[in-house]
């Protein structure tokens, strides 16, 4: 199935991108963070990453749906 | 309006003035400014990036809560984006109740939930020339874990 | 000066502005403000007395035990006196300093001790043409007492 | 001895009087408020009262020395 990906901050810098679409067997925001993780190899994992799902914000085990954008935040840092 | 993300100067006294209430004796205000140094690097100035429709939808939801649990009568904050020079204010918490124990309580609960649930990042531009993405201080010092990935 | 009373209105922007420094990453302001009512009453104003030379010796010591006691870069406190309209700020305390934690502390550390140890009174004057001197709000929910006689 | 007692707010009402010396034996501060609560009838004692000598804050159970000014606190209300 289809997925997009978008990146954030530093995740853009490392990949070097701000938005890709994914075509892959499906699963959880954080097993498609793994394989983008291995596609784009200096995008580091970080612990305290967040992430949303269609503009919303969303567990790591949430299981993804055809056609959901699916936003990688690094940790973040307001204020 | 509750929460909102400005690509220019805050105006203080305005913030203020929009929780102004004659049934309110109590005003907590926070500020964030921009410091001049960090981790032992001297800093010239600062940039935040925000994606704003998830720290807008998010942000009104942070005061909600503070509304809610804390029962004070306003709350407002607002968070700058863009590029920052020393000494500006980089967000506003403003909270008015009746009394001030609360609003004390729902000022911090604010700005500690801001820093840790909306996506704003900041990277530090240096004296030295460099720059650098800043990482979220709990996970600086102390390990701390968001996720579970 | 670290404390003063004040028998004009208080310019908070000012306030804000003298403790501000690019040191500091964090600025906790606390207002008090005239609120129309207490206790079931619907008030109209206030009227502050204050005793200056034990007040503002007295007000100048909480400031130094916050200064001393988190660390803060500035402190600073002003106490109106004399007759206050509703929405008027009777109070202001401003602390600036790196983090935002010892700030908070530091902020409610200085108006709690302003309001138990400072020779200020208040009399309020209701919308029935009543007044009546204010008690210690400790002392009226709680019993609490800070004397021995 | 002679000492100056003040009355401010509340006890500046109740006594009708800002100062007035007080010419007694001697005591502590606790016991010059008990005899000028005796003399002003309408002076309630207030167990949050605070007590200041020659402008500085005091306890009640201090010894006054000749001549010393004693302010008396009714219930304190600042903020």
């Not at chain 1, 994992?45 to 056609?67: F, K, Q």
Request: with cysteine.
């Amino acid at each position: 199935m289809k997925n997009t990906a978008r990146y954030f901050a530093l995740f853009r810098e490392q990949t070097g991108c701000e938005s890709e679409t994914i075509d892959w067997a499906g699963g959880t925001a954080a097993e498609l963070f793994q394989l983008v993780a291995e596609k784009h190899e200096s995008l580091k994992t970080e612990a305290a990453a967040l992430v949303a799902i269609n503009d919303e914000m969303a567990g790591w085990e949430t299981v993804l749906a055809e056609g959901d954008e699916v936003l990688f935040f690094p940790p973040v840092a307001g204020g | 309006m509750k929460f909102a993300v400005s690509n220019t100067p805050i105006d203080v006294a305005a913030v203020r003035k929009a929780v102004a209430d004659n049934s309110c004796g109590a005003l907590a205000v926070f500020e964030g400014w921009i410091r001049d140094h960090n981790e032992g690097q001297a800093v010239v100035r600062l940039e935040y990036e925000v994606y704003r429709p998830v720290a807008e939808k998010e942000g009104a939801r942070i005061i909600d809560e503070a509304l809610e649990k804390f029962g004070v009568s306003h709350a407002l904050c607002i968070h700058r984006e863009g590029l920052l020079e020393l000494g500006e204010v980089a967000v506003i918490v403003c909270v008015s109740s009746p009394h001030r124990g609360e609003a004390f309580e729902a000022c911090r609960y604010i700005i500690d939930e801001t820093k840790t649930r909306l996506p704003i990042w900041k990277k530090e531009h240096y004296v030295t020339g460099g720059s650098e993405w800043v990482n979220c201080e709990q996970c600086a010092s102390a390990g701390h874990s968001h996720g579970d990935h």
